[in-house]
């Protein structure tokens, strides 16, 4: 029999917790809204096993497949915390989930809070290294939204300033742009924010190094919706855009951010001298027994038609403030977390 998901519920909004594979699988506004991470995929990762990703999950270990060697030993994409069954437990507004990957040797373990009232979740993870030796790996935050909230109008928005399209076989700087514009493999330009073609890649953009915090926000015309995401720089200096088009419409549309830009095994991140990147690490060392910690918001807002996107979002105490784009026109969203959270790296 399946688990029972973790249900946090407020006035506000309802978020659902899958306890196979830890991901946040529904996050909607209430009464009657829609769920914007209503992504489902199953595909063969290498070694041909099965692996099955949704909604918002994380990618720990490794960003994209795992090296050659790591297949034959059971290693899938975006790691095996995707593929374990978490631990839970929770109180009211709060839960707890927890998974060990024994291939990994990585303990994470995830604090959720949601606000008394508003639609605003504080998500505090730490990642432990229980093996015996010390490495590298890679931690990102793979949100993916999905139609009836993702079609062709919807806006997204990011703090980002340099990036690239991973199809590129090897990089230069040369084949950087700055944001929401990005040099295409296939020769042309395409506007991130709002694409004006189909064109299916990965797009890594590094956070705006003058910035203390990185933010991400999606915003829906036809379902008068906004999502978003708020995080310290320091822990997730990287964007990355996965856009998926299925002949000319989008299907899924990823909003992640992370600790590298590289969608790569380790392996080849320090194989090809890649450890740093644009002045930025792409991967972080763990010693055997360390604990790493690192927080994000995740919020939802209505907001009506003709919002033209989210030009600054800034974070104060207990509020976030974001900005229109054109109009400069104030959005304040107030919650109960403290935002002066530790980090350890």
């Not at 199953?42 to 090296?67: I, M, T």
């Not at 060990?100 to 432990?128: C, F, H, I, K």
């Amino acid at each position: 029999m399946a688990a029972k998901p973790v249900i946090l519920q407020n006035k506000a909004c309802t978020a659902t917790y899958t306890t196979r594979g830890g991901a946040l699988v529904d996050f909607r506004l209430q009464p009657g809204g829609i769920n914007p991470l209503q992504f489902r995929h199953r595909e063969k990762s290498k070694g041909s096993k099965e692996v099955f990703f949704n909604g918002h999950f994380v990618c720990l270990g490794n960003w994209g497949d795992p090296s050659a060697g790591e297949a034959t030993r059971g290693h899938v994409k975006h790691g095996d915390f995707n593929r374990l069954q978490w631990l839970s437990s929770q109180k009211e507004r709060q839960a707890l989930l927890s998974a060990y990957s024994t291939l990994e040797g990585l303990y994470m373990e995830r604090n959720v809070a949601l606000d008394e009232n508003a639609a605003v979740l504080q998500v505090t993870e730490t990642v432990q290294n229980l093996h015996t030796v010390g490495r590298l790996y890679n931690l990102v935050q793979h949100p993916t939204i999905a139609a009836p909230f993702l079609d062709g109008e919807t806006i997204v928005d990011c703090n980002a300033t340099k990036g690239f399209d991973y199809a590129f076989p090897q990089f230069s700087e040369n084949i950087c742009k700055t944001w929401p514009c990005a040099n295409a493999f296939d020769g042309e330009t395409i506007n991130l924010s709002s694409p004006d073609r189909a064109y299916s890649s990965v797009f890594s953009f590094l956070v705006n190094p003058a910035d203390e915090w990185g933010w991400v926000t999606a915003y829906s015309p036809a379902q008068q919706t906004l999502l978003g995401y708020v995080w310290r720089r320091s822990d997730y200096p990287w964007i990355s855009h996965w856009l998926h088009f299925e002949g000319e419409l989008i299907r899924y549309r990823g909003l992640e951010f992370g600790t590298t830009g590289l969608h790569k095994p380790i392996n080849e991140i320090w194989g090809k001298g890649l450890v740093s990147l644009l002045g930025e690490s792409t991967c972080r060392f763990i010693d055997t027994g360390d604990t790493h910690h690192r927080s994000y918001l995740s919020f939802l807002h209505p907001l009506p038609k003709g919002f033209q996107g989210v030009k600054q979002v800034e974070v104060k105490d207990n509020v976030l403030v974001l900005t229109e784009k054109n109009t400069d026109h104030t959005i304040k969203i107030s919650h109960q977390f403290k935002t002066k959270y530790a980090i350890q790296q």
